[in-house]
Every structure is written in C-alpha cells, then in structure tokens.
C-alpha cells in the first residue's frame, strides 16, 4: 500500500510540475505584423534607379565570362548573347530586361522602386 501511494504521490508531483511549467512557459509563434515586414524590407533598401538596375543586372549579377568572352544568357530561351563587359550594358536591340511582374500592376508612390527591382528584371531576348 505504501509503494502505491508513493507511486501516486510522485505522479501528482510531477503533473503538478509539469502544468505550472506549461503554463508559464509560451511557446506560442506570433507572426511578424505588415508594418514590421515593411520596415524590415525598407531599412537597407537602396533604390538604383532602372537604368543603374540594368547596368547592374547586365553587367554584373547575370554576366558570365568563358574564354575572355562576356555574354548575358536570356531568362526564357537560355540563348548566350554577348556583352561588352562587366558595368556595361549589351545592345538593347538585341538583349533586354524584362520585368516578371507586370508593370501594369505597379501602383502607388513606389513605381520607380518597383520598376528597378533587381528580383523581377531579367536578361531577355529584344
């Protein structure tokens, strides 16, 4: 009788432990708000402008040399074209940047961040 008393009076301590410690203890995960997200994004941006987002896009980012020789590969038919180098943007008759997302569905007062984001422009075929 004594051996199963312990043996309850030792499971009543522990569940008695065990629920004050839950209770004290959040392990709740709380998403980051909008605003927080926003103000994250905008703490380091540094808008280049489109035309210094594509010299950095074409010139460094998406520039790969073989042989001595540069060329710019197009996001949709994987085709090589040359480029002069690196800072420098190829011939826009011939290679472009495209944008992945719709400046259509650009809004607001940020077009011009927008417009040069280096995560929607990509080499393409004029």
């Keep these: 009788m004594a051996l199963v008393f312990k043996s309850l009076v030792s499971c009543f301590v522990f569940l008695s432990f065990?629920?004050?410690?839950?209770?004290?203890?959040?392990?709740?995960?709380?998403?980051?708000?909008?605003?927080?997200?926003?103000?994250?994004?905008?703490?380091?941006?540094?808008?280049?402008?489109?035309?210094?987002?594509?010299?950095e896009l074409m010139g460094e980012i998406d520039l790969h040399e073989e042989n001595n020789h540069y060329y710019v590969t197009d996001v949709y038919c994987e085709q090589d074209y040359q480029s002069p180098g690196p800072g420098q943007i190829p011939n826009h008759t011939v290679i472009n940047?495209?944008?992945?997302?719709?400046?259509?569905?650009?809004?607001?007062?940020?077009?011009?961040?927008?417009?040069?984001?280096?995560?929607?422009?990509y080499p393409s075929d004029s």
Excluded: M
């Design 97 to 121: 940047v495209e944008h992945t997302w719709p400046q259509s569905h650009f809004g607001g007062q940020d077009r011009g961040k927008q417009k040069s984001d280096l995560h929607h422009l």
């Design 18 to 55: 065990s629920y004050s410690l839950a209770r004290t203890t959040s392990f709740e995960y709380r998403a980051p708000t909008r605003e927080t997200l926003q103000e994250i994004a905008q703490k380091n941006h540094n808008d280049l402008g489109y035309n210094s987002a594509r010299k």
